[in-house]
Nanobody
Framework: QVTLVESGGGSVQAGGSLRLSCGAP???????MGWFRQAPGKEREGIARIYIGSSDTYYADSVKGRFSVSQDNAKNTVYLQMNHLKPEDTAMYYC??????????????????WGQGTQVTVSS
């Protein structure tokens, strides 16, 4: 059982930065940790993921070069560093955990555990 607890959301002006945290007590090297977001009126989209066993990371084109995902195994925590934020990044952000590798894009249904979400609002 993996319980995911997110934090770090908030309001920021365009061009600013935020770091989201996803605490995941109980995760092991065999987990793929994904970050998703859902804006009002839009479908949830996967934006980044990291495979705990190798630290390999993957990004959607919409965030590539601005966001980075990392892990701290001592704290069982995965981070999403978001730089150069834009108003279109405004959304509820979720982390998710699934058993297996990350080298192929994983649909929402593949992930076993989800966090409660944290709101990110970017003003222009």
């Amino acid at each position: 059982q993996v319980t995911l607890v997110e934090s770090g959301g908030g309001s920021v002006q365009a061009g600013g930065s935020l770091r989201l945290s996803c605490g995941a007590p109980g995760y092991t090297n065999n987990y793929c940790m994904g970050w998703f977001r859902q804006a009002p009126g839009k479908e949830r989209e996967g934006i980044a993921r990291i495979y705990i066993g190798s630290s390999d990371t993957y990004y959607a084109d919409s965030v590539k070069g601005r966001f980075s995902v990392s892990q701290d195994n001592a704290k069982n925590t995965v981070y999403l560093q978001m730089n150069h934020l834009k108003p279109e990044d405004t959304a509820m952000y979720y982390c998710a955990a699934g058993w297996g590798t990350c080298n192929s894009e994983r649909p929402e249904s593949w992930y076993d555990y989800w966090g409660q979400g944290t709101q990110v609002t970017v003003s222009s």
